[in-house]
């Protein structure tokens, strides 16, 4: 149980990756707020695991971000973990949109929606006596796009969005290293999730996918979580500003 006693905020929680890693808290003994803009979703998620507390908010809408977080530190008395899972591709817009827009709608949900939350949970981290930040980067963030992947439609921001969240979360983490407050960011490889699943349906598309990976697959949620309970948890208390891949190889290549 490396998160008993521990109070978390996790975004993205209906689907995927935040999914997986509000099972993994609550199995670490956290007590857990899930965060989306998806009511039926978090409202899945809390059928399966009754102890964790939902809230429906957008992640880069400020006023929401302050009221969940002063929320929860009015209810439990403390906030130690925020978890940035929320997240959206350029395939999440509309395909006929143009370089502008696709830009504006990606990069505020993954870069603003990221620094915003994390402005939030850090009032009430610092009351608590100091925290732990995980968000959600990406290969993509470290090294360019591959050309090769034949499901860009169009100009793609994600790419840039995940390489501002890997700059935030070195610039975060310095800033607040001697308030006791963590901030480390997972850079996962293609894994299998709702963000995927209409480019996992393409067999072609899929093959190369895996290929990218020298472990030849792509990656399970649950295998994204573990490592992020690793960061949140103070087994990682010498970790700051870290960029952690969990990618079979990717960028090792
Ligand atoms: N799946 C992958 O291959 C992969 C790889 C690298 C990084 N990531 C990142 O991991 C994170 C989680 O992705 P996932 O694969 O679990 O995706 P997902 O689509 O399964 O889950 C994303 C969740 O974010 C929520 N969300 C979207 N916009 C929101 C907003 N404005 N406010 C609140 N919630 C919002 C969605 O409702 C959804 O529940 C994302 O940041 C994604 O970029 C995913």
């Given at each position: 149980?490396?998160?008993k006693?521990?109070?978390?905020?996790?975004?993205?929680?209906?689907?995927?990756?935040g999914?997986?890693t509000?099972r993994?808290?609550v199995s670490?003994?956290?007590?857990?707020?899930?965060?989306?803009?998806?009511?039926?979703g978090?409202?899945?998620?809390?059928q399966?695991q009754?102890?964790?507390?939902?809230?429906t908010g957008?992640?880069a809408?400020?006023?929401s971000a302050?009221?969940?977080?002063?929320e929860?530190?009015?209810?439990?008395?403390?906030l130690?973990?925020?978890v940035n899972s929320a997240?959206i591709?350029?395939?999440?817009?509309?395909s006929?949109?143009d370089?502008?827009?696709r830009?504006?709608?990606?990069?505020?949900?993954?870069?603003?929606?990221?620094l915003?939350?994390?402005?939030?949970?850090v009032?009430?981290?610092?009351e608590?006596?100091?925290?732990s930040?995980?968000?959600?980067?990406?290969?993509m963030?470290?090294?360019?796009?591959?050309?090769?992947?034949?499901?860009?439609?169009?100009?793609?921001?994600?790419?840039?969005?995940?390489?501002?969240?890997?700059?935030?979360?070195?610039?975060?983490?310095?800033r607040?290293?001697k308030?006791?407050?963590?901030?480390n960011?997972?850079?996962p490889?293609?894994v299998?999730?709702?963000?995927?699943?209409?480019?996992?349906?393409?067999?072609?598309?899929?093959?190369?996918?895996?290929?990218?990976?020298?472990?030849?697959r792509?990656g399970k949620?649950e295998?994204?979580?573990?490592?992020?309970?690793f960061l949140?948890?103070?087994d990682?208390s010498f970790?700051?500003?870290?960029?952690?891949?969990?990618?079979?190889?990717?960028?090792?290549q």
């Open positions: 149980m490396k998160l006693g521990k109070v978390a905020i996790v975004t993205g929680a209906a689907s995927g990756i999914q997986a509000a993994r808290f670490e003994g956290a007590k857990v707020v899930g965060y989306d803009v998806d009511d039926a978090l409202a899945a998620l809390k399966e009754p102890s964790v507390h939902t809230r957008d992640v809408d400020s006023r302050k009221q969940v977080a002063e929860v530190f009015a209810e439990f008395g403390r130690d973990i925020l997240g591709t350029a395939r999440t817009v509309d006929n949109a370089l502008e827009t830009w504006d709608a990606v990069m505020q949900v993954n870069a603003k929606g990221t915003i939350m994390s402005e939030a949970a009032a009430a981290m610092r608590s006596g100091g925290g930040i995980v968000n959600l980067s990406s290969v963030g470290l090294v360019g796009y591959p050309t090769a992947l034949p499901f860009s439609d169009g100009f793609n921001p994600y790419p840039h969005s995940k390489g501002a969240v890997a700059q935030i979360t070195r610039d975060m983490g310095v607040l290293a308030e006791g407050i963590r901030v960011a997972v850079c490889g293609f299998y999730t709702a963000l995927t699943e209409n480019v996992t349906g393409n067999e072609e598309v899929h093959k190369t996918m895996k290929s990218l990976h020298p472990l030849g792509m949620a295998e994204v979580a573990a490592v992020i309970a949140a948890s103070d990682a970790v700051v500003g870290a960029t952690w891949t969990v990618d079979g190889g990717y960028t090792a």
